[in-house]
């Protein structure tokens, strides 16, 4: 199958590019390298240096390259930003998102898998979160996820627009070749390993929740398997139209604390980690703990790689080899 692949020169559209020539497909990258690394992108994969958003672009590079199929994993995504300035998102997200699916109709394009959030749920009721949990987004990111999901069920109503949307929750670890360089950085796990390779205290932003630690519970997922699901999915938008859209969430269905990243951090590197506590960020729920069934009967799909020692441990590998991040890659 030929899959354009938007955001693939970013974290998990990398891995997943990999995932997709493992699993005999052909991926085609186009990204504006806006937070991704041209050098993330497989040599031999075709790389479209350019703007999701432009729509005539994106249809016309959907018919040159004949493609069958749309991952798209390209986004603005720190939450903290959408607070401060949401019309970025809006735009980017929403507008573009349409426009996105706007291309693909014109190019005839009727697959489609996109890249959502537990940040849709909010500050969910009950958990493990269901998928037909209420959508109660509580920032305009998650809000933006929300709206694209809305579309795409839509869409496969009225356009016959076959897709799954997956709602990760904390994406984590690396590929042999690809891991998580961003900046800023956000996410907990390369922080605590910046911190581990002498780079300063992290910030555990809060630790009084009302947790048997006092730190947030999150379920983390690794890349590898969402890239797998990513697959998985894309395979799956080719049977019967459905009624709408597939949501799934994808996360291991158990819950870890910041504490508990920390401790089994400090033990794969060998020394203390230091950390310094920070008041809570505002809109971050005590517990996110993803319901797993869904993916596992509609896609067949099970985090294989679900322990923290696994994504910890590959994410120090990859830092280890690019301490510098891609800025190490020399060709
Ligand atoms: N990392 C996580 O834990 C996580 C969790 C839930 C959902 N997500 C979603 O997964 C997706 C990928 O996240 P990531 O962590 O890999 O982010 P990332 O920033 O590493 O990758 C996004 C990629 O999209 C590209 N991009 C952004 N805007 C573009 C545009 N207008 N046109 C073309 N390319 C554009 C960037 O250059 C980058 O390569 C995002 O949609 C994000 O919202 C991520």
Redesign the pocket.
């Known amino acids: 199958m030929r899959v354009l692949v938007?955001?693939?020169?970013?974290?998990?559209?990398s891995v997943s590019v990999e995932a997709l020539l493992a699993a005999g497909h052909q991926p085609v990258v186009?990204?504006?390298?806006?937070?991704?690394?041209p050098d993330?992108v497989p040599a031999g994969v075709p790389f479209l240096r350019?703007?999701?958003?432009d729509e005539r672009a994106t249809t016309a590079a959907l018919e040159a390259h004949r493609v069958e199929a749309i991952l798209?994993?390209?986004?603005?995504?720190l939450v903290g930003d959408s607070v401060q300035d949401p019309s970025r998102y809006f735009r980017?997200n929403v507008a573009?998102g349409i426009g996105l699916l706007e291309a693909a109709r014109a190019a005839g394009v009727l697959r489609f898998v996109f890249?959502?959030?537990?940040?849709v749920y909010g500050t969910p009721e009950v958990t493990p979160i269901p998928e037909d949990a209420a959508l109660r987004p509580i920032n305009p990111?998650g809000e933006t996820?929300r709206i694209l999901e809305s579309a795409l069920d839509w869409y496969g109503r009225a356009y016959g627009m076959r897709s799954v949307s997956l709602?990760?929750?904390?994406?984590?670890g690396a590929s042999q070749a690809n891991g998580?360089d961003?900046d800023p950085e956000t996410?907990l796990i390369p922080n605590v390993l910046a911190a581990a390779a002498g780079g300063g205290p992290v910030t555990l932003f809060g630790d009084d929740y009302p947790t048997p630690d006092g730190t947030p519970i999150r379920d983390f997922v690794h890349v590898l398997d969402i890239a797998d699901a990513h697959v998985r999915a894309l395979e799956a938008t080719g049977g019967e139209a459905g009624p709408g859209l597939l949501a799934c969430n994808l996360g291991s269905g158990s819950g870890f604390s910041v504490r508990d990243v920390l401790a089994v951090a400090e033990q794969l590197v060998g020394r203390p980690i230091p950390v310094e506590v920070g008041p809570r960020r505002p809109g971050d729920p005590p517990i996110l703990v993803a319901a797993v069934a869904r993916a596992r009967d509609a896609l067949g799909w099970t985090a294989r790689h679900g322990t923290l020692e696994a994504m910890i441990e590959s994410a120090w590998a990859w830092r280890r080899g690019h301490p510098r991040g891609y800025g190490d890659i020399i060709k």
């Open positions: 938007t955001g693939g020169a970013g974290y998990i559209g186009l990204d504006d390298a806006s937070t991704g690394h993330a350019q703007d999701y958003t798209h994993c390209a986004a603005r995504s980017q573009g890249s959502s959030t537990a940040a990111y996820k709602r990760y929750f904390n994406a984590a998580e961003h996410h």
